[in-house]
């Protein structure tokens, strides 16, 4: 059986998931957005498959909801985001203003994800950051990049992003966590935010190859679920 939910819906379900699984609001708030954004870009691994995933996670003790994330200045336009073995989704929504602003001030700004959940697409943070005025690559240790851009309508897929070369400079970008297991340390992945003030680039952004590769953001208005899922969401 498939049920039908509307995103606000998806969003409204996740949240009381997540609290009624030990979560923050603020935190469960920032999730539950991550996960609707994932599944209306068609993103069910990142969406409510991550949610039951990192929910099994907060049970076995391996993922932290309720610490504080630590963001550190290391260099003018570097910046390091210690998640603390939390959320990604809402230790990033956390400093989408220092990293705007650094953007701002220094023209580019990276800033390194560190000791967090799986941070997925990242959909969200790439999406504030467009809706400023700023360019952005955002990429986890797996799957696609994406990027944002004021010109764009929204986060679009980039199959191929830079992973190979920070990889020579960060080998710990890979890891062998366990997905969901109960046997296992605490969750320590990592994700890389490239932000850029577009208007520094002047029009070599329209023309730039990076473009050319990008996937058109999808946006589905509601999303089907398999009522199994659901329920396995619900009572995990």
Known sequence: MTEFL???DLRALARDCLTRAGAPESVARAVAAEVAAAEAAGERANGIE???RDIRLMRYGRLLAATQAQLIRARPGFMRLDAQHGFAAAALSGVMSDLAGVARAQGIAALRLEQSSDPGGMICATAALGERGLAVLAFGPDGPGRIGHPDLSGPALLPAPPRTALNLLFPEMGHGQPADSP???????LGWLVVLDASFAGDSFASAAIWDLATPPKTAASIACSAELLEQ???A
């Open 6 to 8: 509307s995103l606000a």
């Open 50 to 52: 991550a949610l039951l």
């Open 183 to 189: 046997i296992g340390g605490l969750v320590g992945h």
């Open 233 to 235: 969401i619900v009572s």
